[in-house]
């Protein structure tokens, strides 16, 4: 049986291990953390969000591909049950002049209705369950899911060992292939060997030498949770503007989410509370309305830090022999680390891509490595 290690135990680690789990491979899957999911696929609530424009560029033809296979692969590990997952539908408005642009675009294409589909303001209030001012776009088969158990489900395969609290400190090749070491919680030292490894441990791929040229940012983001009341229970499908507002889940709402580029730090903070809220402003005044008295320092939230890397374009493939990466997913992980997963897998087979060559030349971390002065 062929071996693997994959680094980092968040939705992209997950989806690769499961990949090529699939494939016969025996893998180990690292995680610094007590637990997966614990970095910026730690949320409470993610959302399926395929935003694109018009155009045929290899981002929006990735993000389109990669909706579709998530859809395919949630159904299959993860399917709809108004708990772990909902298929609510999710409302992407027209709320600005930008918005109201690309999504005047998308609107010269003829579109499959069971993708997404037009709606004006009426129509969207009466999918969402709440007054929108907006209309938008319509994509009846978003929804929200709870990341911590996709990351569960996907790494329950019988092929896959989980090593939890296992920070790699050193990756280097080896006479079998790759060697990772680093050092437990109880300060004991371990090392372990595999043909192959998979890099998914977002921007602190960084701290390994053969990653530290990479273009990776640091983005942190901050969700804020608001808690459900007798107006906000009205609110059925996932309402999207510059931000963004989950129907309940076990009395809670999430809206979110912040950004703030090159910050590593995770502390709640009050500004960036009143920021999800004034947003929410922006793209849904009605549902705001909900939630007309709010104790912000009593409010709930997680902040968590994402990787990114400049056009946006998630960096997946190989680095060097026997080596990959899938990295840099930024707020789409939910939707791109499926099919990245497969993207990899595939690579280390030798199987044809599952994406066309166009858009794989775009994922390939090599030459987007910066250059160095």
């Given at each position: 049986?062929?071996?693997?290690?994959?680094?980092?135990?968040?939705?992209?680690?997950?989806?690769?291990?499961y990949a090529l789990a699939q494939r016969g491979f025996a893998v180990?899957?690292?995680?610094?953390?007590?637990?997966?999911?614990?970095?910026?696929?730690?949320?409470?609530?993610?959302?399926?969000?395929?935003?694109?424009?018009?155009?045929d560029i290899p981002l929006h033809q990735f993000v389109r591909a990669a909706y579709e296979h998530?859809?395919?692969?949630?159904?299959?590990?993860?399917?709809?049950?108004?708990?772990?997952?909902?298929?609510?539908?999710?409302?992407?408005?027209?709320?600005?002049?930008?918005?109201?642009?690309?999504?005047a675009r998308l609107a010269e294409r003829a579109w499959p209705e069971e993708f997404m589909r037009f709606v004006d303001a009426k129509q969207a209030s009466q999918l969402a369950g709440v007054e929108m001012t907006f209309g938008g776009l319509w994509f009846p088969r978003g929804g929200w899911l709870v990341p911590g158990k996709y990351c569960e489900?996907?790494?329950?395969?019988?092929?896959?060992?989980?090593?939890?609290?296992?920070?790699?400190?050193a990756l280097e090749r080896s006479a079998?292939?790759?060697?990772?070491?680093?050092?437990?919680?109880q300060n004991k030292h371990w090392q372990m060997e595999a043909e192959t490894v998979v890099v998914c441990s977002a921007y602190e791929a960084k701290q390994f030498a053969q990653f530290a040229d990479f273009s990776l940012m640091a983005v942190r983001g901050q969700i804020t949770e608001l808690p459900e009341n007798a107006e906000s229970?009205?609110?059925?499908?996932?309402?999207?503007?510059?931000?963004?507002?989950t129907p309940a889940n076990k009395g809670v709402h999430v809206i979110g989410a912040t950004h703030a580029f090159e910050d590593e730090t995770t502390e709640l903070r009050v500004a960036e509370q009143e920021e999800n809220l004034a947003n929410l402003v922006g793209y849904a005044p009605a549902l705001r309305q909900a939630w007309s008295e709010l104790s912000l320092q009593r409010l709930n939230g997680r902040a968590a830090v994402r990787c990114s890397a400049p056009g946006s374009m998630p960096?997946?493939?190989?680095?060097?022999?026997?080596?990959?990466?899938?990295?840099?997913?930024?707020?789409?992980?939910?939707?791109t680390a499926g099919l990245s997963g497969e993207l990899v897998a595939a690579q280390i087979c030798g199987e044809t891509s599952p994406v066309p060559e166009v858009t794989l030349s775009e994922l390939d971390p090599l030459p987007r490595i910066r250059k160095k002065g």
């Open positions: 049986m062929r071996s693997a290690i994959v680094i980092g135990g968040g939705v992209a680690g997950c989806a690769a291990a180990t899957l690292l995680e610094r953390s007590p637990r997966l999911a614990n970095g910026a696929s730690g949320n409470r609530i993610g959302i399926l969000h395929a935003r694109f424009s018009a155009g998530a859809l395919s692969l949630l159904d299959k590990v993860l399917p709809v049950d108004g708990v772990s997952r909902a298929q609510c539908g999710l409302l992407q408005l027209a709320c600005n002049a930008v918005e109201q642009k690309r999504i489900t996907l790494t329950s395969h019988t092929n896959i060992t989980q090593g939890l609290d296992h920070q790699v400190n079998r292939g790759w060697q990772v070491s680093g050092v437990s919680p229970q009205a609110l059925k499908a996932v309402v999207c503007g510059n931000g963004y507002c960096l997946v493939g190989e680095v060097q022999p026997g080596l990959y990466c899938s990295l840099a997913h930024g707020t789409r992980g939910l939707l």
